[in-house]
């Protein structure tokens, strides 16, 4: 469920995984510094509900994300068509 906290747009873990493209896991992996985000994309501006302690991540930050890891991924499909 997607939240609003001073006219920015928060969306919760598993709606940003699901929007990337990528497993929970690894979101939470970003989060807690375990492994480092695409292109060193800093989460320090996540918010946290203090009533579930479910983490939610800026829009604008999962926009950036987004656009780091499409090309991210067309690099690597582009390489493996270098390699045949």
Known sequence: M?????????LS???AAECL?????TV???LRGTRRAPQGIPLHR???DTRTQQAYIPRAIVRRL???LRGAR???ARSKRQRT
């Open 21 to 25: 493209r990528v497993t929970r896991l």
């Open 28 to 30: 939470y992996r970003w």
């Open 66 to 68: 987004q656009h780091a």
């Open 2 to 10: 997607a939240l609003v906290f001073r006219g920015e747009r928060f």
């Open 13 to 15: 873990i598993p709606e």
């Open 46 to 48: 996540v918010i946290r």
């Open 74 to 76: 067309s690099h690597t």
